[in-house]
């Protein structure tokens, strides 16, 4: 039986416990909301087998979620059987078998600017499946907020001039923004499914409160 996450599982990205007082407040606070993914049933925790969706039985996703939330037993892998996209994000590990998952890390997982390393995976390396993982308290939303500290950091710690720094941020800005964590998930695998058809998809979430995976509720 799948459980919804309650209010009380989860943080949200100012680092707060969500109650239902404080809900629509932050919503407008922060980007995700993940109080906003609870209410509208788009995340789904797997603590046991029977959680994990049938539509994912026999897939790489299956195995992925058995590893890593349930712990289950390391099985041995010569070969890779999955293609995982996820967030650069220090706070982000995967408990997985050796040789299991090709990995591209990058920011936000955002993989447009990595599709001939999606293309070789799937051809060359064979994979079954690709699997996203957004998480929750993202670095790469509302970067605007963060183009002061940005720019600091460079002048400060690299000598640049501001406005090099600036520009440098602004340039690559609406490259790596990516909204909120879930949609952008979703929309990322929506994509992926239309560019190489017939590969699975799925997105996940990863919440770095917990460490766990949570399985994406799609429209
Ligand atoms: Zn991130």
């Not at 907020?145 to 720094?165: D, I, M, P, R, Y």
Request: hydrophobic share 35%; with cysteine.
């Amino acid at each position: 039986m799948s459980k919804m996450i309650s209010l009380g599982q989860l943080t949200n990205q100012c680092g707060n416990k969500l109650s239902r007082n404080d809900q629509s407040s932050h919503t407008t606070k922060c980007s995700l909301g993940l109080n906003e993914a609870v209410n509208k049933n788009k995340l789904t925790i797997v603590l046991s087998e029977e959680d994990i969706p049938s539509r994912f039985k026999n897939t790489p996703i299956e195995l992925l979620l058995r590893y890593h939330n349930l712990r289950q037993t390391f099985d041995k892998y010569d070969k890779a059987k999955i293609l995982v996209g996820m967030c650069m994000d220090n706070r982000k590990h995967l408990h997985i078998p050796d040789n299991f998952a090709y990995i591209i890390r990058s920011a936000g997982g955002n993989l447009r600017y990595s599709e001939f390393k999606v293309s070789y995976s799937i051809s060359v390396g064979d994979v079954e499946a690709i699997v996203l993982i957004g998480h929750n308290n993202c670095g790469m939303t509302n970067l605007i907020s963060k183009e002061q500290k940005f720019v600091n950091g460079l002048v400060q710690k690299c000598g640049w001039e501001e406005e090099t720094a600036k520009q440098h941020f602004r340039s690559y800005l609406p490259m790596f923004e990516i909204g909120n964590e879930i949609d952008f998930v979703i929309g990322e695998a929506k994509r992926l499914r239309e560019k190489y058809k017939s590969m699975l998809v799925v997105p996940l979430f990863y919440n770095v409160e917990d460490n766990l995976l949570y399985i994406v509720e799609e429209d």
